[in-house]
């Protein structure tokens, strides 16, 4: 119940595309959703993140969506750019809980 | 902009080793974290602190020990290095309680041979 399952394991989109990630989670306590971004050679990096009081938010090109009936969470880049290549990670946390749940991470490559 | 720095950036070790990873952070975090990264496997959390000298068990603490004797540095020790402690271990940090944005340093890939 604690786990958060991410798919695809490894996404390669042509540039201009849309790169779409997605998360599910099985704890319904879960209240934090945040995405990370980490570059080669480097720890990651908060991208973007959401409460379960709204469905969606955008951030320039990144846009999370939620679904709390199905608990599920997805990532959208749109316009993706060979600098958007990197490995993706979704989270999940309850309350003020220090303990962020990973998910198993995403390779996306994006092709010039 | 908030730096936390980690000690190496790559460490080759024996096993039976006593290995020493250290974190500095520069913000003033109450909270610091220690996490391993294998393939497949995401980020699982090994220790976090959230108060000098105070430590915390995380998921995957065996083997593991920690060390906060001052606010702005961490340390992570496997006390006799095995192989399957061959990993990325990053350290990350946090303002606020809970589970607000995390700052991670570029991580320590250690070989244990």
């Known amino acids: 119940q604690q786990q958060v399952k991410q798919s695809p394991q490894s996404l390669i989109v042509q540039k201009g595309g849309i790169s779409i990630i997605n998360c599910a989670y099985e704890?319904?306590?879960?209240?934090?959703f945040p995405w990370y971004q980490q570059f080669p050679g480097k720890g990651p990096a908060l991208l973007i993140a959401?409460?379960?009081d709204v469905s969606e938010k955008k951030e320039g090109r990144f846009t999370i969506s939620f679904n709390k009936s199905a608990k599920q969470f997805s990532l959208h880049i749109m316009d993706s750019q060979p600098g958007d290549s990197a490995t993706y990670f979704c989270?999940?946390?309850?309350?003020?809980?220090?303990?962020?749940?990973w998910g198993a991470g995403t390779k996306l490559i994006i092709k010039p | 902009d908030v730096k936390v720095t980690q000690s190496s950036r790559y460490l080759v070790k024996r096993t039976g080793e006593k290995v020493f990873l250290e974190c500095v952070q520069d913000?003033?975090?109450?909270?610091m974290f220690w996490y391993r990264q294998d393939p497949g496997l995401g980020l699982r959390l090994i220790y976090f602190?959230?108060?000098?000298?105070?430590?915390e068990k995380g998921d995957i603490p065996e083997g593991y020990s920690v060390s906060r004797e001052k606010k702005e540095r961490f340390s992570l020790i496997l006390e006799s290095a095995s192989t399957n402690q061959t990993s990325m271990y990053l350290c990350?940090?946090?303002?606020?309680?809970?589970?607000?944005?995390?700052?991670f340093g570029s991580g320590t890939q250690l070989s244990v041979l």
């Open positions: 989270a999940a946390s309850a309350g003020s809980n220090y303990q962020l749940i």
């Open positions: 704890n319904t306590a879960f209240d934090y």
């Open positions: 959401i409460r379960p």
């Open positions: 913000m003033d975090h109450e909270n």
């Open positions: 602190s959230y108060d000098v000298k105070m430590k």
């Open positions: 990350a940090s946090s303002f606020v309680q809970g589970s607000e944005k995390l700052f």
